[in-house]
C-alpha cells in the first residue's frame, strides 16, 4: 500500500494508506442517512482542511485543492524534522500568494532564547509581521512540555509565566492559538495495550519520543492539567486543541472538556484511527458526539507535503485520505480501516453537521478579528 502520511508529528505517523474500501457494496448504516451526503457529493461540497503542512512549493497542491474542493490552513511547525520555520514561511507566503482562496497558513515561532531579555518582545513584533502578511493562527507544539527546558533546565510548560506576553500578543492581534499538547495517550502505554497500530508503529521506531519508556518525563494526566490551567486563564483566547486536545481516546471526555472552555475548539487531525476504534463499539455514541458538538469540531488532517515529495504520488495520497474521511464521516458506508483491523461504518452525519465540521467552524474559528479588551 502507498503511504498516507510523510513527516507526521509523534503519534500520528501510519506506515500505510490506513483504510482499504470494502469489496461488498455499500451499506446503510442506520439513522440519518437519507439526511446525508454520498460520495458523489464530495467534490461539489466546500471543505476546509484545518490541519495541514506544505512544506513543498509546487503548485500541483493548488491543483488539488481546486480539484477536490478543500481549502487548507498549512500550519508553520518548531519541529526538528520540517524545514527551518523561515523555509516554512516562506512556502506559506508563496502558496498563498498563487491561490488565497485555497491556500491560508499559520505561523510559530522559535522557543530559542525563551526566558533571556527581549526574546518575548522579539516574537511579539515576529507576530504582528505575520498577521500582517495573511497569518490566520499561531501553533504552539508540543516541545512546551516535552522538548525545552528554562534555565533552571526545568520543563517549560504550557502556562508558564514567561510564555504570557506572547499568548497575550496572539490574543490582541485576533488570532486563533493551536496548540498540540502532550502526545495520544496510546504513548503512556505498553505497545501491546495501544489501540491504533500507526500509534504502536511509531512509538516503537521513536523511543525518544515514547513516553511509557521514560517515566521521568511529565504523565500523562500532568500534561492535560497544564493545558487545562492555561486555557481557564485565557477565556477570551480563542484555542484550537490539535489533534483532538490529546482526548481522542475518549468522546466522552472530550465533550466534557468542550463543555468547560466555550472558547475552545479541537481539530480532527490524525486520530480518526482513534474515533474510528470507538465507533466500532458503539457507533451511535460516536454519531451522538459528533451532533452534539458540531459548532466546536474541525475536520483536519495532518497530511504533509513534505520536501522530497513527488507531487502526483502525494496528490494521489493526500485524495485517498480525504475521501476515507468523508466516507467516514459523511455517508453510511463501510470500509476496512486496517490501523485498527475492523471493518467500519460510515456515521452519516446529516449534511448541516457536515458543513460546519468541514467548511462553517474553520472560516469562524481562523477569522483574523480584532477582540475588545
Known amino acids: ?32 442517512v437519507s439526511n446525508s451526503y454520498s460520495m458523489a457529493d ?4 466546500r471543505k476546509y482542511d484545518a490541519h495541514f503542512h506544505a512544506n513543498n512549493a509546487d503548485v500541483a497542491l493548488l491543483d488539488l485543492l481546486r480539484e477536490d474542493g478543500f481549502q487548507v490552513l498549512s500550519i508553520n511547525v518548531d519541529y526538528p524534522d520540517f524545514p527551518s520555520i523561515a523555509q516554512q514561511h516562506t512556502i506559506a507566503l508563496a502558496l498563498a500568494a498563487k491561490d488565497p482562496a485555497h491556500f491560508h497558513w499559520a505561523t510559530t515561532f522559535s522557543m530559542k532564547g525563551f526566558g533571556t531579555p527581549g526574546w518575548a518582545d522579539k516574537v511579539d513584533a515576529k507576530l504582528a509581521q505575520d498577521v500582517a502578511s495573511g497569518a490566520l493562527a499561531v501553533k504552539i507544539w508540543k516541545n512546551v512540555g516535552l522538548v525545552e527546558r528554562n534555565a533552571a533546565g526545568k520543563l517549560i510548560m504550557l502556562d508558564d509565566p514567561g510564555l504570557v506576553p506572547v499568548i497575550e500578543q496572539v490574543r490582541t492581534l485576533g488570532m486563533a492559538l493551536i496548540d498540540h499538547q502532550g502526545e495520544p495517550r496510546n504513548c503512556w502505554l505498553p505497545l501491546d495495550q495501544m489501540t491504533t497500530d500507526n500509534d504502536r508503529e511509531y512509538f516503537s521506531n521513536h523511543p525518544d519520543y515514547y513516553m511509557y519508556l521514560h517515566p521521568e518525563m511529565p504523565g500523562y494526566e500532568d500534561l492535560m492539567a497544564a493545558r487545562d490551567r492555561f486555557v481557564a486563564a485565557n477565556p477570551k483566547l480563542r484555542f484550537v486543541g490539535a489533534h483532538m486536545a490529546s482526548l481522542e481516546y475518549d468522546v466522552d471526555r472530550l465533550g466534557a472538556f468542550l463543555d468547560r472552555f466555550p472558547n475552545a475548539t479541537v481539530d480532527l487531525a490524525a486520530r480518526m484511527s482513534q474515533v474510528q476504534y470507538q465507533s466500532v463499539r458503539d457507533r451511535e455514541k460516536v454519531r451522538n458526539f459528533f451532533i452534539r458538538y458540531q459548532d466546536r469540531l474541525l475536520y483536519g488532517t495532518d497530511l504533509t507535503f513534505g520536501p522530497d515529495a513527488k507531487a502526483e504520488e502525494f496528490k494521489r495520497e493526500a485524495h485517498g485520505a480525504w475521501t476515507s474521511d468523508w466516507r467516514y464521516l459523511a455517508t453510511g458506508e463501510t470500509q476496512r480501516i486496517d490501523m485498527i483491523h475492523a471493518d467500519v461504518a460510515g456515521l452519516a452525519l446529516p449534511r448541516a453537521v457536515i458543513d460546519k465540521i468541514y467548511y462553517a467552524n474553520a472560516v469562524r474559528v481562523f477569522a483574523v478579528s480584532r477582540p475588545a479588551d
Open 42 to 45: 464530495f467534490a461539489q461540497v
Open 1 to 32: 500500500m502507498n503511504r498516507v502520511f510523510r513527516q507526521l508529528i509523534a503519534g500520528v505517523l501510519a506506515a500505510t494508506v490506513p483504510f482499504s474500501i470494502a469489496a461488498a457494496p455499500a451499506q446503510s448504516a442506520g439513522a440519518g
